[in-house]
């Protein structure tokens, strides 16, 4: 098994958060690999959208099937019959977290990882615009990191670029990257299916819209708009 340290492995969605980081991870490692999943989402169309953008970013790119969340989970990104939550519920995360999620993937991830001999893996979680969500918290990351590296006896990184950033910010790296249109206009964000301005009302598009309203405005401000 080759030692490949200076590669990284990307979760990718094909939304706005995941696709930033394959194009921050391609400017920071030599070899990027990516990684995505099929859960039994309701907007399954993001798998077809991350293998295109994977593939303009020239970026291997595989997607594994483990709709065993589904089975096990109550949501309302994976159970049709169920009314998404607009807002965060007060005392209780919303009816759009999938338990486990972010725990699983990146396990499947580090053992992807592994198996190309890379320690770095990059994903786009973040606890300034998490939601509600436990598992995109930084504790969380450090605690399945260390859980990962004993399991494995292996010393894996969990990089997560996003972790302090609003969307506002995460817009504006996009934009240092050079790949803002790429974000703006070929990424799923919507959990209606719906590609890059979405559908307008999910909570998903209105925190990517309410951030770039205001990355455009801050652009203005300093006329490079």
Known sequence: MADNKESAVVLLSGGQDSTTCLYWAKKHFDKVYAIGF??????????????????????PFVVHDIDTIKKLTHNSL????MVMDQEKPANSV????????????????AVYAYGLGVHNIVTGVSQAD????????????KSVNASINLAMDYEF?????????????????AYELGMFDIVKNKTLTCYNS?????C?????????ANGLKKFMESLEKEGKK
Not at 96 to 107: A, D, H, P, Q, S
């Open 38 to 59: 099929r859960y039994g989402q309701k907007h399954q169309i993001e798998t077809e959208i991350a293998t295109q953008i994977a593939k303009e970013a020239n970026v």
């Open 78 to 81: 994976t159970d049709s019959s």
């Open 94 to 109: 919303p009816n759009t977290f999938v338990l486990g999620r972010n725990m699983i993937f990146i396990t499947y991830a």
């Open 130 to 141: 998490y939601s509600g969500y436990p598992d995109c918290r930084n504790t969380f990351i």
């Open 157 to 173: 990184e969990i990089h997560t670029p996003l972790m302090w950033r609003d969307k506002e910010e995460v817009w504006g790296l």
């Open 194 to 198: 719906i590609v890059a301005e979405g």
């Open 200 to 208: 307008g009302h999910c909570p998903a598009c209105k925190l990517r």
